[in-house]
């Protein structure tokens, strides 16, 4: 991974590079990047309501991340691309550049870890998506495992199968809270 710019995945991203398609190289490196707090503790419009994984140093449990790598010379470059395939501000995309060492990320301690994962593989740089959290914006209430169960109980239709197809499709090194207390559901596989 020596000089490279590289993507961190760890949801939808991995089967699904859509625009970012053209601008990587190679294939995934499964549980290659850095270990994350991730927890399915975001509602997503695009995924039918569905929770998804984000970043979340309240909720989340350290999981690796899954990396790819981008076909650009800069990180802005790269930030740019990842951008546009999550159809958000370049914003809510995190960074880490290690020849300028400058660094962005809207979560503590986030790009602490990142830079000395760079540091360890030699990387030039990483970016990754930096969405939020929205559970309590969306629900009124903050998250909990309980809750996350209680919400997803209350899709219905096509709304509870997109949620399956995201929870269920996400890497299996994806083990959140959450994640781990749906093995446990008798009706997230009895409605399936």
């Not at 995934?28 to 970043?55: C, D, Q």
């Not at 999981?63 to 790269?78: K, N, Q, Y």
């Not at 399956?164 to 009895?190: F, K, M, N, V």
Request: aromatic share 8%; charged share 25%.
């Amino acid at each position: 991974m020596t000089g490279q710019i590289l993507i961190l995945g760890y949801g939808s991203l991995i089967w699904d590079l859509d625009d970012l398609a053209p601008w990587v190289r190679g294939e995934w490196r499964m549980a290659a990047g850095p270990a994350l707090p991730l927890e399915f503790s975001r509602v997503s419009p695009k995924r039918k309501l569905s929770l998804v994984v984000v970043i979340d140093t309240a909720a989340g449990a350290p999981c690796p991340t899954h990396v790819i790598e981008s076909a650009r010379g800069t990180v802005a470059e790269a930030v740019a691309d990842l951008a546009a395939r999550e159809r958000t501000d370049a914003e809510f995309i995190g960074w880490v550049d290690t020849e300028a060492g400058t660094a962005f990320s809207s979560h503590d301690g986030v790009t602490d870890r990142v830079r000395a994962w760079c540091a360890e593989t030699g990387a030039r740089g990483a970016v990754w998506t930096d969405l939020d959290a929205n559970f309590e914006t969306a629900t009124g209430a903050p998250f909990t495992v309980e809750r996350g169960l209680a919400y997803l109980r209350t899709l219905k239709g096509e709304n509870l199968a997109a949620a399956r197809e995201y929870i269920d499709g996400a890497p299996a090194a994806t083990e959140t809270p959450l994640r781990r207390a749906l093995a446990a559901q008798g009706w997230w596989r009895s409605e399936a």
